[in-house]
Nanobody, 127 residues
Framework: VQLVESGGDLVHTGGSLRLSCAAP????????VAWFRQVPGKERERVSC???????????EAVKGRFTMTSDLTKNTEDLIYLEMTNLREDDTARYYC??????????????????WGNGTEVTVSS
């Protein structure tokens, strides 16, 4: 499963960004899709997860109320999974990755459970 992230940018504190993850068509029928982020020298950390075509979403506490994960399954050739990020803070600065797993998000969407990863997109939040 090839995943391609886009949308990363340099933004000011309090700003917003929308990240996109392009996945092959029907990916969400077989996989849950999760977003992770990583800064140099630290472990990759969970951000959010969306389960299946019903679109049930899960968020870690640090991003609840600020980040929203959605999907667009109307395209003919790909599934698009978005991460809408608002009220960005400097500690949101990281490389953001999308990944897929055959497990439901309810299993905790740990990095070790992911089956496929994208290459990431860089988000920098600066005051």
């Amino acid at each position: 499963v090839q995943l391609v992230e886009s949308g990363g940018d340099l933004v000011h504190t309090g700003g917003s960004l929308r990240l996109s993850c392009a996945a092959p068509r029907y990916t969400l029928e077989d996989y849950a899709v999760a977003w992770f982020r990583q800064v140099p020298g630290k472990e990759r950390e969970r951000v959010s997860c969306i389960s299946g075509t019903a679109g049930q979403t899960f968020y870690v506490e640090a991003v609840k109320g600020r980040f929203t994960m959605t999907s667009d399954l109307t395209k003919n050739t790909e599934d698009l999974i978005y991460l809408e990020m608002t009220n960005l803070r400097e500690d949101d600065t990281a490389r953001y990755y999308c990944a897929v797993t055959e497990l439901s998000c309810t299993f905790g969407f740990h990095a070790s459970d992911m089956d496929y990863w994208g290459n990431g997109t860089e988000v920098t939040v600066s005051s």
